[in-house]
């Protein structure tokens, strides 16, 4: 059971859309709609932001989106401001009812 | 509103059990729907799944961790416990305890979360 491969940082200006992409395996993420993300501010516990690839919390900003292909999931966040300035995470359902995380990527506003 | 909040000692002696519990408020571990469970993050980022049970006991456990992994819930208490034996300094980590949601109104998602409390593996 790997991690899920995210890239390390992102980066983009106040009101420009970035994509934080999520690389797993035919045995989690392109097999279950299990897929979630989490933004974790420093010192503070992650918050969910999306689940079952796309789908959106009651309170969580509509500029926040999610999608799959194949094996990858991707996190859009449109519309940039500085408070989504933060770590991103992605989890999967990995079968056996095991699950893993993203290593996280750092979104920074330029 | 749905609280937990971890506790236990903050450091630990190399080869020794670190020992943690997690109580929950605003929600009855044993009202079923959800996995009770623990995530610990590592010094400079990374998040990694240690493992969940449900109210029964059942429990699942991350395969790189199951041989030094007891999970435990004490419902009386509305408490659930996450005992790693032979720990050493790769150990050392912030750790959460969370809830899974997973029943027929909710599937697959951590909703709740504890404020992380930190371990150092040292001697």
């Known amino acids: 059971q790997s991690a899920l491969t995210q890239p390390a940082s992102v980066s983009g200006s106040p009101g420009q859309s970035i994509t934080i992409s999520c690389t797993g395996t035919?045995?989690?993420?392109?097999?279950?709609?299990?897929v979630s993300w989490y933004q974790q501010h420093p010192g503070k516990a992650p918050k969910l932001m999306i689940y079952?690839?796309?789908k959106r919390p009651s309170g969580v900003s509509n500029h926040f989106s999610g999608s799959r292909s194949g094996n990858t999931a991707s996190l859009t966040i449109s519309g940039l401001q500085a408070e989504d300035e933060a770590d991103y995470y992605c989890c999967s359902y990995a079968g056996s009812s095991t699950l893993v995380f993203g290593g996280g990527t750092k979104l920074t506003v330029l | 509103q749905v609280q937990l909040q971890e506790s236990g000692p903050g450091l630990v002696k190399p080869s020794q059990t670190l020992s943690l519990t997690c109580t929950v408020s605003?929600?009855?571990?044993?009202?079923?729907?959800?996995?009770w469970s623990w995530i610990r993050q590592y010094p400079g980022k990374g998040l990694e799944w240690i493992g969940y049970m449900y109210y029964s006991g059942t429990t699942y456990y991350n395969p790189s961790l199951k041989s030094r992994v007891t999970m435990s819930v004490d419902t009386s208490k509305n408490q659930f416990s996450l005992k790693l034996s032979s720990v050493t300094a790769a150990d050392t980590a912030v750790y959460y305890c969370?809830?899974?949601?997973?029943?027929?109104?909710?599937?697959?998602?951590?909703?709740?979360w504890g404020q992380g409390t930190p371990v150092t593996v040292s001697s």
């Open positions: 035919s045995s989690d993420v392109g097999s279950y709609n299990l």
């Open positions: 079952e690839v796309t």
């Open positions: 969370a809830r899974y949601c997973s029943s027929a109104s909710c599937s697959g998602y951590f909703d709740y």
């Open positions: 605003g929600d009855s571990i044993s009202s079923g729907g959800s996995f």
